[in-house]
């Protein structure tokens, strides 16, 4: 087993996380047995209080199972409770700003490319009116970065795949983290720029080329939110 003893600080909650990091990976997989509290306890070098607090943890997020004169086994969970567990998995060990925005660029350069092909007049206006509405909050960082957020989801709506939607509702409160940061150093100009072509290229059914300017969008920004240089001047 993967487990390794615990070093001080925090132990419940270390003990947490290393069990809820042997589901993420596998380790423990759905249906498995895990090993009884003694022997968890005595891997990790912990009391059996600790151990007991961590898995009450895992039953109520429904990870886990006590089944009566078995054990406790993990449960095999629906692809909508496992996007609800992703949150507390991934804020374990909250993701810096370049992985986050890769992370991004696998999901949304797909969604710009299905929006092309399966947005309606209706979900189209919605991004036009989002993005006049962007272009009035360049003094705002808190509402710019919740703006920024509503038109990746609008466009999530837009590619009218609800697994995407559901991606990015879910992990909305770790996304807007890292755009209350972009937005700090960036300011609005740079993703109202794209977030225009973006919108020309679904109007015009071009998913290549919505693919490609919204991978174009992400790279700039991590570029220039890292400061590798500076972002041009997107003023046309």
């Not at 797909?110 to 189209?124: H, N, P, S, V, Y």
Request: charged content about 25%; some cysteine; overall charge negative.
């Amino acid at each position: 087993m993967a487990l390794s003893n615990i070093k001080k600080k925090s132990i419940s909650d270390e003990v947490y996380k290393q069990f809820m990091n042997a589901i993420a990976s596998g380790e423990w997989a759905p249906g498995s047995k895990i090993p009884s509290e003694n022997e968890l306890a005595a891997t990790l070098g912990v009391s059996r209080i600790s151990v007991r607090s961590a898995l009450h943890k895992l039953a109520s997020l429904g990870l886990v199972e006590s089944r009566q004169g078995e054990g406790t086994f993990v449960c095999e969970i629906s692809g909508e409770q496992y996007l609800n567990n992703l949150v507390p998995i991934i804020m374990l060990s909250k993701p810096d700003l370049k992985h986050l925005l890769e992370f991004r660029m696998i999901f949304d350069c797909e969604m710009a490319g299905l929006a092309a092909m399966r947005a309606d007049e209706e979900k189209i206006e919605k991004l036009k009116a989002n993005l006049a509405h962007h272009k009035q909050l360049s003094h705002d960082i808190k509402a710019a970065a919740e703006c920024d957020f509503e038109f990746h989801y609008l466009i999530a709506q837009a590619s009218a795949n609800p697994l995407l939607t559901k991606i990015y509702m879910t992990l909305k409160d770790i996304f807007l983290a890292g755009l209350y940061d972009i937005v700090a150093v960036m300011g609005t100009d740079n993703a109202f720029y794209y977030h225009n072509k973006i919108i020309d290229c679904i109007e015009a059914r071009d998913s290549e080329r919505a693919r490609a300017v919204m991978r174009e969008h992400i790279i700039d920004t991590i570029d220039a939110a890292l400061g590798k240089r500076e972002s041009p001047d997107k003023t046309s």
